[in-house]
């Protein structure tokens, strides 16, 4: 089994910048494509951004490109979203998601982030 745990979450006026951690645990995720993805209140849930186990390629939504990025730091079991200038449409909870050959497929919490106009 895989545990996420998100944090990283706040709130900030549009045009700030937050960063998000999802802390794996229980084994490695080094193997896993990671995700982020996110819920706005009424909608559902939606992709943001993906990448790769060797960490060398990721996906985004176009709503987030070039403002956003993920990253992972596979010695700490860890993945990154940077966001940058934030929009208020950004606001959801953004859950970490973990997958394997779709084989395993595991997510976190969430963590609420909120962007104020």
């Known amino acids: 089994q895989v545990q996420l745990v998100e944090s990283g979450g706040g709130l900030v006026q549009a045009g700030g910048s937050l960063r998000l951690t999802c802390a794996a645990s229980g084994r490695t995720v080094s193997s896993y494509t990671m995700g982020w993805f996110r819920q706005a209140p009424g909608r559902e849930r939606e992709f943001v951004a993906t990448?790769?186990?060797?960490?060398?390629?990721?996906s985004y939504a176009d709503s987030v490109k070039g403002r956003f990025t993920i990253s992972r730091d596979n010695a700490k079991n860890t993945v990154y979203l940077q966001m940058n200038s934030l929009e208020p449409g950004d606001t959801a909870v953004y859950y970490c998601?973990?997958?394997?050959?779709?084989?395993?497929?595991?997510w976190g919490q969430g963590t609420q982030v909120t962007v104020s106009s």
């Open positions: 990448i790769r186990s060797s960490g060398d390629r990721t």
């Open positions: 998601n973990a997958r394997y050959m779709g084989i395993y497929d595991y």
